[in-house]
């Protein structure tokens, strides 16, 4: 039978006191060159080598290794789930270079939702496109709810567009505003909140 226990209950294990673990959260500014997982069987290192607190977190979904930009990280379980599963539909933006011109028609198959063999890509929002000098290559801004395996540079290659250079600038409505590349903080209680109101999780 299970015992039901309060906040200011002692409850030790063989010996052993257990400690409640506060909740932490935290938004890091990912550079490029670093894995978004807690341990890497190549040796390379993680996002967890850029972060210097006693709790344990772990990252809230990925970022690709050469990719960088703003990641969450937690030791919330329900908040990470509310953050990356897609039926809460907390939206990402990013920043991408590809290669060529990225054509209005285009564009609208990517707003529409591009069919990438495994799934179909949900519909995404496209702005300030914008072409280099030399006409070889774009600047996009998109926002997608869902966070696949390399998602946005699949479906750009869907399209004909490589990605050259891939940043993520928003979660939900966090950015890594004031924060260099590599630092981290923790997340003020208004933005926890508004994360949570975004996700409308158990709604």
Do not use: C
């Amino acid at each position: 039978m299970g015992v039901q226990v309060e906040s200011f209950d002692k409850v030790e294990v063989d010996g052993a006191l257990l400690k409640h673990e506060e909740f932490v959260y935290l938004v890091l500014n990912k550079p490029a060159g670093y894995v978004s997982t807690t341990q890497d069987d190549k040796g390379r290192k993680t996002i967890l080598d850029l972060i210097h607190i006693d709790e344990r977190v772990v990252p809230v979904g990925r970022l690709d290794y050469d990719t960088a930009g703003v990641i969450l990280l937690t030791n919330d379980g329900q908040f990470l789930n509310a953050m990356i599963h897609p039926k809460f539909k907390v939206e990402k933006e990013y920043h991408v270079k590809v290669e060529g011109l990225v054509r209005k028609e285009e564009s609208a198959k990517l707003r529409k939702g591009v069919d990438l063999g495994d799934f179909k890509s949900a519909p995404a929002r496209i702005f300030d496109v914008e072409y280099d000098d030399k006409k070889t290559s774009s600047r996009v801004k998109i926002v997608i709810h869902e966070g696949k395996y390399h998602q946005i540079k699949r479906m750009f290659e869907a399209i004909g567009h490589p990605v050259l250079k891939l940043r993520r600038h928003r979660f939900g409505t966090i950015t890594t505003e004031g924060l260099k590349q590599g630092e981290s903080r923790l997340l003020k209680p208004h933005e926890i909140k508004q994360l949570w109101n975004l996700s409308n999780y158990g709604k």
